[in-house]
């Protein structure tokens, strides 16, 4: 996960400026990271943090031990950044017990304060989180494999104020500017495998991080379907309505500005869209379980994910802030998708011509934006993004990175 360095120190130099000089923290050296290691996670559980709601969290020893880091301990400093890399709040352990798993109570549970606040979904999460975590390094996971238990406090809060209102969103709507949707796809294929489908107008589609909508109001266009997208980009929906307006079907188009997890949907969808978007659901696994819950049985969702054609080097992970275990292989994308009660009926992955024009077309359109408006706050930040995300293609990501739409029924 991406971490934005210079904005945590710059955070932290503004927390040590209302202390005494002789205070201990200025030699303290405070860690940075996100809860739950991706985007969406680390974001909605750093708005837990910042509100109070979240009072600790729980660890492995093995995520330490594997770096040759030390065991955490009472009173060291850490800052939790949000989604964006950018800081949140600046926190300190106060307590710290390292227990079996299963011995972990409703109290604790309740304390870290993530879902429903329940030991159920403690668990459930915590199980789901510990065992990839256990995969990855090597080790296994069970109720005796020891846990480190941590509260702590928020000693500063970050001032949102004076950050941008998601730097990521914006940057996203601009440099696809160009591109019908927010996907490294070819449109054919979609239209192609959806107009295949029995939809009917009385079909209820879902589609999740839809962004500008185009593949929705398509659908409702042609087809007649009553549309539902979810987005929380104020901005990137107005252009939506507005398109949906001009084609004559916004009557038959509802678009929901929120994070798709806030949202409760009163009955299942006979299709589901999740094309590039799986980030907004916590990772492809959990896009799957939510996908599910969302869509009725026996009827279809349309994934659009990543997957790594060959490992990626270790260089290319570092100029785009990624991980080797944020995506894996296109048939272990299959097969987590069977293993959540999909089946896979149909699949395409992403040629090398139609990656190559996606590439070049969001490298341009924020090249032409950043000519057109040089006084943007952002622009140096975004030169730098765009420029750093094309040459890493170029080098490295097209014989690394593929893209793949999974066409899924959901079993009964």
Known sequence: MFIDHPACDAFYREYLATLPSDHPHHHAKPDRYGFGGEPTLAEELAELTVAGRKRATTSLP??????????????????????SGRPAALIECTELEIVPFGSV??????????????????????????????QRLGGSFDDSTEVIC????????????????????????????LLPVCAPLDQK?????????????QSRVLDVG???????????HARGVRGTGVDFDAEALRIARASAEARGCAAQLTLIESRALDVAFDEPFDLTLCVGSSHALGGRTKALEHLARWTRPGAYALLGEGFWKRDPDPAYLAAIGSSKHDLSTHYENAAAAHAHGWSVVWSVVTSDASFDRYEALYRLSMARYLAEHPDDPDAAAFRERSERW??????????????????????A
């Open 62 to 83: 093995i995520e330490y031990t594997s770096l040759g880091e030390p065991l955490p301990r009472v009173g060291d400093l850490s800052i939790i950044v949000r989604g």
């Open 105 to 134: 109570d409703a109290a604790f549970a309740a304390v870290e304060g993530e879902g429903d606040g329940s030991l159920a979904y403690w668990r459930r999460a915590h199980i789901e989180y510990f065992t990839g975590v256990c």
């Open 150 to 177: 941590h509260v702590f406090r928020v000693i500063s809060r970050a001032n949102v104020q004076a950050m941008p209102q998601r730097p990521s969103a914006r940057y996203s709507r601009i440099a696809h500017g």
């Open 189 to 201: 294929d979609v239209h192609e495998v959806l107009g295949l489908l029995p939809l009917s107008a």
């Open 210 to 220: 839809c962004g500008r909508a185009a593949t929705l109001i398509d659908l409702v």
């Open 390 to 411: 094309y040459d890493s293609y170029l080098r490295w990501g097209r014989e690394t990175m593929g893209f793949a739409l999974y066409l899924l029924e959901r079993r």
